[in-house]
């Protein structure tokens, strides 16, 4: 006898909620107490972002690392340091982060729109040379959702068009793409310390690039006087445990995606968007599902999701996209029809529960695809104040 889903008044799966994050680690706890010990939780300056920095330049093997206030920041500092400004064009996916849209008007420059690839979620390199004008500067190419930009394709498409690349790896610390740590196939690469983010410091980002005349010029942006948009020394001794500890969560967590897809399979309308391309190592922080309404006997998204958060998983629906904004604030290249697409269709699931034992993922798969074939079959009858459940949107 199948279990009757929460959403129409049974027991949650559950019923103790998605798995917290930040997780409890003893070497955090470690480094605020050596902070308050020795005062630098309180000052300026102290040994902790010099630290920081080197271990992203270490890891990375980059020369320039300016940590800074946030990912959305960094992606606006990104594009000062290259010089974009008033009256120059910037290409960017019709999906992508809300603040990528943002970071480029706000340094005057007019956001493009360029339609995405299907199969790894990120800007399509093969559009570039139609998305280009004269007034186009630079392109900013998010990895989103488990996926990862064609970064060798997307790199010689804007170098053959003169475009430098603003590499976003807010979602993708430590992923490695095409035999490159993400971040560092760009002319200059972003990474967001957010508190949902794979390595948290609550707030905070990093800048990193090759170029000097880039690190110039964002060094001079920020730190006429002081540095404008800082990282804080209590923020960087938080993020070095981490980031020691970022290769074996990696490995954890792409084993609890493959777990997770080998059991969510086989639903019609359903497709993850993980992939490992060659030489690839994928970083979690979003995992991406497609959800296809029309397969779903027109279940819509929005009822799907209030379903599987009932159970007490954390699914949320992904990015609005662009596609929607109007002529006078960017320019669209082509018909954007995936953007649109990833827009009605994406599902996300938040990464710490692929941190869980394989059980547990496997238990969260087989209750998202259950509640996927019961309400595609009709089995459910789904209660008049669902509308209420679907507008829900922060019990995560
Ligand atoms: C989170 C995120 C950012 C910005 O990060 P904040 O630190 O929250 O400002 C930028 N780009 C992408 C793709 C992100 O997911």
Same mark, same amino acid.
């Given at each position: 006898?199948?279990?009757?889903?929460?959403?129409?008044?049974?027991?949650?799966?559950?019923?103790?909620?998605?798995?917290?994050?930040?997780?409890?680690?003893?070497?955090?706890?470690?480094?605020?107490?050596?902070? /308050?010990?020795?005062?630098?939780?309180?000052? /300026?300056? &102290?040994?902790?972002?010099?630290?920081?920095?080197?271990?992203?330049?270490?890891?990375?093997?980059?020369?320039? =690392?300016?940590?800074?206030?946030?990912? $959305? =920041?960094? #992606?606006?500092?990104?594009?000062?340091?290259?010089?974009?400004?008033?009256?120059?064009?910037?290409?960017?996916?019709?999906?992508?982060?809300?603040?990528?849209?943002?970071?480029?008007?706000?340094?005057?420059?007019?956001?493009?729109?360029?339609?995405?690839?299907?199969?790894?979620? &990120?800007?399509?390199?093969?559009?570039?040379?139609?998305?280009?004008?004269?007034?186009?500067?630079?392109?900013?190419? $998010?990895?989103?959702?488990?996926?990862?930009? +064609?970064?060798?394709?997307?790199?010689?498409?804007?170098?053959?068009? &003169?475009?430098? #690349? #603003?590499?976003?790896?807010?979602?993708? $610390?430590?992923?490695?793409?095409?035999?490159?740590?993400?971040?560092?196939?760009?002319?200059? &690469?972003?990474?967001?310390?957010?508190?949902?983010?794979?390595?948290?410091?609550?707030?905070?980002?990093?800048?990193?690039?090759?170029?000097?005349? #880039?690190?110039?010029?964002?060094?001079?942006?920020?730190?006429?006087?002081?540095?404008?948009?800082?990282?804080?020394?209590?923020?960087?001794?938080?993020?070095?445990?981490?980031?020691?500890?970022?290769?074996?969560?990696?490995?954890?967590?792409?084993?609890?995606?493959?777990?997770?897809?080998?059991?969510?399979?086989?639903?019609?309308?359903? $497709?993850?968007?993980?992939?490992?391309?060659?030489?690839?190592?994928?970083?979690?922080?979003?995992?991406?599902?497609?959800?296809?309404?029309?397969?779903?006997?027109?279940?819509?998204?929005?009822?799907?999701?209030?379903?599987?958060?009932?159970?007490?998983?954390?699914?949320?629906?992904?990015?609005?996209?662009?596609?929607?904004?109007?002529?006078?604030?960017?320019?669209?290249?082509?018909?954007?029809?995936?953007?649109?697409?990833?827009?009605?269709?994406?599902?996300?699931?938040?990464?710490?529960?692929?941190?869980?034992?394989?059980?547990?993922?496997?238990?969260?798969?087989?209750?998202?695809? +259950?509640?996927?074939?019961?309400?595609?079959?009709?089995? /459910?009858?789904?209660?008049?104040?669902?509308?209420?459940?679907?507008?829900?949107?922060?019990?995560?």
């Amino acid at each position: 006898m199948a279990r009757i889903p929460a959403i129409c008044g049974g027991t949650p799966a559950f019923p103790a909620g998605p798995p917290p994050w930040p997780v409890d680690d003893p070497a955090v706890l470690a480094a605020l107490q050596a902070c /308050y010990a020795d005062g630098s939780w309180g000052k /300026y300056l &102290g040994p902790h972002c010099d630290r920081l920095r080197t271990a992203l330049q270490r890891d990375l093997a980059i020369e320039h =690392v300016r940590l800074c206030s946030s990912g $959305s =920041v960094a #992606v606006e500092l990104a594009l000062r340091g290259l010089g974009v400004g008033a009256g120059d064009e910037v290409l960017l996916g019709g999906y992508d982060f809300p603040g990528n849209f943002r970071a480029i008007t706000a340094v005057g420059a007019v956001p493009v729109l360029v339609d995405l690839d299907r199969t790894t979620c &990120g800007i399509d390199p093969t559009l570039i040379a139609a998305a280009c004008s004269p007034k186009t500067k630079a392109v900013i190419a $998010s990895h989103l959702h488990g996926g990862l930009v +064609d970064m060798p394709r997307l790199f010689e498409a804007a170098k053959t068009h &003169g475009l430098a #690349v #603003v590499e976003d790896a807010c979602q993708a $610390s430590g992923a490695v793409v095409y035999g490159r740590p993400a971040g560092t196939w760009g002319d200059v &690469g972003t990474f967001s310390f957010g508190g949902s983010k794979l390595l948290t410091a609550g707030r905070g980002g990093a800048v990193v690039t090759q170029r000097t005349d #880039v690190a110039q010029r964002m060094k001079v942006y920020c730190e006429e006087g002081n540095d404008a948009f800082p990282l804080s020394e209590l923020q960087a001794a938080v993020l070095l445990p981490q980031l020691e500890k970022l290769g074996e969560r990696h490995g954890r967590r792409s084993k609890g995606a493959r777990t997770l897809i080998e059991h969510l399979g086989g639903v019609d309308g359903f $497709s993850c968007i993980a992939r490992w391309p060659e030489q690839s190592e994928l970083a979690f922080y979003k995992f991406g599902i497609r959800y296809n309404a029309p397969s779903m006997r027109a279940v819509e998204r929005s009822v799907f999701r209030a379903a599987v958060r009932a159970e007490g998983i954390a699914l949320d629906t992904g990015f609005r996209g662009f596609t929607k904004r109007g002529g006078a604030r960017c320019r669209r290249s082509g018909d954007l029809a995936v953007s649109t697409e990833f827009s009605e269709q994406m599902l996300l699931l938040h990464h710490p529960v692929l941190l869980e034992p394989e059980e547990e993922i496997r238990r969260v798969a087989e209750t998202i695809r +259950d509640l996927a074939e019961g309400l595609r079959d009709g089995k /459910y009858e789904l209660a008049a104040s669902l509308e209420a459940t679907a507008n829900d949107e922060e019990r995560f």
